[in-house]
């Protein structure tokens, strides 16, 4: 029985991944008195601290910490000197695997919560769209400064739409680069979900931009002939300096696009397809002499050149200080190293990572990171995966299913392998929250952010609800925060009955089921994580029980 008088006793992972030993790796230590703060605790109306953080978990997680008995001494004999393993020990080695790892996090359910997070991210966002909006109608504006549209004739009329069409794919380009830069305050304030669809918004709208370009600009350089439009672009390739790095970035950006078509990507493995869009920055880069020698419009005004200067220096150096710069001085600073690799289904393992300082980390529960772990050749090839409990700053989880060549590969990984990482990354935290009631949906290896923030966000009892579509990840976990945090858990397995349902085979359509459970749906901050088309028709479901947008915070799996 539990020191509350039944209920199982939550107790930190171990910073080391092996239970049963600290951080530090020495023995734990009892803490006494446990029960008390714990009765004193819930008739205050509060969760419970608990301290017993330390306490050797396993065959010992359903009571209290046995006294530790000291080893019998034996004599030393004559020969090499050989560590005697107490019965104790044998256990503890045995059921390592078995444990439940559950971070305890300790503060008084609210009745108000705080939504300035919430405001400030909407008012970042805002400005985001309106600085975007801006770029825009400052380049218009340089491009009617430097000329403006000359429509006089048949060569000019395509050449001046061809230099306004080349400028904004020019700065629809830098602004896709900004976007995924990961920028903090932009990353926290627009989500990676929503980064993505915008980021490939502007790529595609900045690629047809630059196609129109091309076609009329030869156009217009062919004096409106359509049968000279061919040699006069094999002429400008040739002979206008910058122009052959121009054709051979255009040549990336072709690649990239291609292979970010819907069609293309179901195809691809993901290492694959990562390793092509990184092409992206050489095509932007090789754009750059282009312009510089032969664009009249960047050295036609001071005004000009300052604007695309400190444009192009902007996307260079969100670049390389939060692409380059800050995942490498935390991986120095951190020391990331894997402790151990523990199975918890067939094709799903749980990887523990430990190091150095990791309270200094800036990781929320329910966010991810990209991951290289040190393993040899592909570990250039970063992985994103969430973890999967929240961090408690002396280690990090992360559980991942076997999906492809690389995710396949973790469950290899042996003890002290070094991880390089990125991030962390994802709004699916308790920034955007503003509702004092959560509901978690989540499928498949999509419970594994949920599982974390059902541990680190603050609720009171019976406030949260865990919807869990598929293999029931994380039972024993789901179980104990069931008892200890009031956490209502619903597992529903089986295969979806129709395409574009996203629940298993019921008497009633998926409104209805979803209402039957959760009647307040339309009144609770919903978090959402699984397949892209299984969340799709999730979101379908939420908006028909009336769920709001702004309540609705949605992670996919979607590259």
Known sequence: MGADGGRPALHRRHGAGAPGRSATGTPPTRCRGRGRRRAAARRRGGRVRDRAGDRRPGRADVGP???????????????????????????????????????????????AIDVRAARTDATARTAAAVLVGASLLVVTGLWAAGGGPALSGWADGPTSLGRLTGLLASDLLLVQVLLMARIPVVERAVGQDRLARMHRLAGFTSFTL????????????????????????????????????AAAGTACLVMVVVTSVRAARRRLRYESWHL?????????????????????????????TVYWWTLWAAAAGAILVFRVGTPVARTLR?????????????????????????DRLPVLAGQFLTWRFLTGPGWTRAHPYSLSAAPDGRSLRITVKALGDGSAQVAALRRGTRVV????????????????????????VGVTPLRALAEGLPYA????????????????????????????????????????????????????????????????????CGPEEWTASVRRTLAAAGLPAAQLHVETFAW
């Open 65 to 111: 910490a046995r006294p530790r008995r000291r080893a019998r001494r034996v004599p030393r004999r004559a020969g090499p000197r050989r560590r005697l393993r107490r019965p104790r020990d044998r256990d503890r080695d045995r059921d390592r695997d078995r444990d439940v790892h559950v971070t305890a996090l300790l503060d008084a359910p609210r009745d």
């Open 210 to 245: 630059m196609l129109a370009h091309i076609g009329l600009i030869s156009w217009g350089y062919a004096a409106g002939d359509l049968a000279q439009v061919p040699g006069t672009l094999w002429d400008l390739t040739v002979t206008y300096p910058g122009m052959l790095l």
């Open 276 to 304: 092509l869009h990184l092409y992206a920055y050489l095509g932007v880069g090789l754009a750059l002499p282009h312009q510089l020698w032969t664009g009249q419009e960047f050295l036609s005004s001071t005004a000009a």
């Open 421 to 444: 990482v990125e991030g962390p990354y994802g709004r699916l935290t308790e920034r955007p929250r503003t509702r004092r009631r959560l509901a978690f949906v989540g499928a498949g």
């Open 461 to 528: 009892p019976g406030d949260a609800v865990l919807i869990q579509r598929g293999t029931a990840l994380f039972a024993r976990e789901f179980d104990v925060l069931a008892h200890e945090r009031g956490l209502r858990v619903l597992h529903l397995p089986g295969p979806r009955r129709a395409p574009g349902s996203w629940l298993c085979s019921g008497p009633v359509d998926d409104r209805t089921a979803l209402l039957g459970w959760v009647p307040d749906i339309a009144e609770r901050d919903v978090y959402v």
């Open 334 to 358: 951190h020391d990331l190293r894997v402790t151990s690799v523990v199975r918890e289904d067939h094709d799903v393992v749980s990887v523990y990572v430990t190091g150095r300082r990791l």
